[in-house]
């Protein structure tokens, strides 16, 4: 199926509460596959509805899907999701460990913002899929994706480099993957970010940092 991959193989072997979750966000994926609630429907190619471990203790939110996710119907598989892979990878987690998403499910015409009704009518799909995750952390990659969560209007720079609550969500905001390729000079300031992060999430999860 098209634009909804689960990394069903290595779940195959996973207790029962996972499958339930797997089952409801294949549901959640049915209802929201075909979605007209905005004006994106009319243009996209596919429905990008986010992929990863549904015991997924990290879940990774952008902004919006590019030319090469809306091709494929899969989230950061670009130059960014390269990128992203090997952010990751830097701090202990496999792609396949997290779940990775949007704010906006379809690809604005020429990648431009996201207008406000357009993350409007996105946020609750995404809302659904974090209720049926339930995370520990959330990581921002970007001042959309950031400002959409944490629902204000701050720069970047003021919301990087701390843990921010957000319902009963820990976040940290980060650069994104496509802002670092334009500015490699911005890639220390993201490997801090991420380092914070892992640490924190090793706090949460009771899990002893390597020595």
């Given amino acids: 199926m098209q634009g909804l991959l689960f990394q069903e193989n290595e779940l195959q072997s996973e207790a029962a509460g996972g499958e339930k979750t797997l089952t409801a966000l294949h549901s959640?994926?049915?209802?929201?596959?075909?979605?007209?609630?905005?004006r994106?429907?009319?243009?996209?190619?596919?429905?990008v509805f986010g992929e990863g471990n549904p015991h997924a203790r990290l879940v990774v939110i952008g902004?919006?899907?590019?030319?090469?996710e809306d091709a494929l119907g899969?989230?950061?598989?670009?130059?960014?999701?390269q990128l992203l892979d090997k952010i990751l990878q830097a701090v202990q987690f496999r792609r396949e460990e997290v779940f990775i998403c949007n704010i906006i499910k379809c690809r604005p015409p020429q990648n431009r913002n996201p207008l406000q009704d357009e993350i409007a009518s996105c946020m609750p799909w995404l809302l659904d899929q974090l209720d049926l995750?339930?995370?520990s952390m959330l990581l921002l990659l970007g001042r959309v994706a950031a400002n959409t969560i944490l629902q204000n209007t701050l720069s970047l720079g003021?919301?990087?480099g701390k843990i921010i609550r957000w319902k009963q969500f820990d976040c940290v905001a980060t650069y994104h993957p496509a802002a670092l390729l334009r500015n490699p000079n911005w890639k220390r300031g993201?490997?801090?970010d991420v380092q914070m992060m892992r640490h924190h999430y090793e706090m949460l999860q009771g899990m002893t940092p390597d020595a």
Avoid at 28 to 38: A, D, I, P
Avoid at 40 to 47: D, I, K, P, Q, V
């Fill in 133 to 135: 995750l339930k995370p």
């Fill in 40 to 47: 994106l429907a009319s243009t996209r190619t596919n429905f």
């Fill in 63 to 68: 902004e919006a899907p590019g030319a090469d």
């Fill in 190 to 192: 993201c490997w801090e």
């Fill in 74 to 81: 899969r989230p950061f598989v670009g130059r960014s999701g």
């Fill in 28 to 38: 959640l994926y049915e209802r929201s596959r075909t979605c007209t609630k905005c």
């Fill in 158 to 160: 003021a919301m990087r």
